[in-house]
């Protein structure tokens, strides 16, 4: 019986599943079958297991001042070894590195993905065991829409036109480091209430464009 493929969705409260609420928040989570991963998941079949990392307030590589948890490039190295082995790793972050404080470019965020790009190369043989690096999806979130709520109108001040370059600088990227590329923008716009979380109908049309893109 051969093994099923095994893929972790590593990103933020996009993968995690947030409901876009008008105030932004507080929310809850998205049941498992309507986040994009579940979507991806019953699209892909009994042939695949989908592994979540999903955070909220989750960067590529930046130290958030508000919480030391949301560092994703602090965390990674520990989820590829918790959860090998693994065929693939899909990554979907960079919205967060565009809040107003991080000050980052489109290309810095970029670079801040390839950190995490170079950490799932390095990550063969994790914690005793022989297994191969996974191979890598770069996914470049949509771009943000209008942020109704004032306070994170602000925390994402000029967001919108940063997240709009991203796939841009992501291409590039993956094209540079090999590993495979999705700009999730050719499917959907952010659609959600809050103009930064998707709703049921983004998350569904995302797992299944994501499903065509996992290597048989």
């Known amino acids: ?8 969705c590593y990103g933020d409260s996009l993968t995690w599943g947030w409901i876009p609420v008008p105030h ?10 309507e986040r994009w991963t579940g979507v991806m998941a019953a699209a ?6 989908i592994v979540e ?5 989750r960067t590529t590589n930046a130290d958030d001042p508000t919480d030391p948890r949301l560092n994703g490039a602090a965390h990674l190295p520990t989820a590829l070894a918790a959860h090998l082995p ?26 801040g993905a390839a950190t995490l790009i170079g950490q799932v190369a390095a990550s063969a043989g994790g914690v005793g065991t022989a297994y191969p690096a996974p191979a890598v999806l770069l996914v470049a979130p949509p771009a943000l829409g209008e942020i109704p709520d004032p306070w994170f109108a602000e ?10 370059e991203l796939a841009r600088h992501y291409r590039s990227l993956a094209d540079f480091t090999g590993v495979s590329f999705f700009d999730a923008g050719r499917v959907l716009t952010t659609d959600g209430v809050d103009g930064i979380h998707f709703t049921p109908e983004n998350n ?9 893109e996992i290597p048989v």
């Open 1 to 8: 019986m051969t093994a099923p493929r095994r893929v972790l």
């Open 24 to 33: 932004a928040v507080p929310t809850q989570r998205y049941p498992s079958a």
């Open 44 to 49: 892909l079949g009994s042939g695949y297991e």
């Open 53 to 57: 990392e999903g955070l909220s307030g």
């Open 86 to 111: 693994l065929d693939l790793v899909v990554i979907m972050l960079g919205t967060n590195d565009t809040k107003v404080y991080f000050d980052r470019t489109p290309f810095g965020i970029a670079t």
């Open 155 to 164: 925390l994402f001040r000029g967001g919108r036109e940063k997240t709009a």
């Open 204 to 212: 569904a049309a995302l797992g299944a464009a994501l499903a065509n």
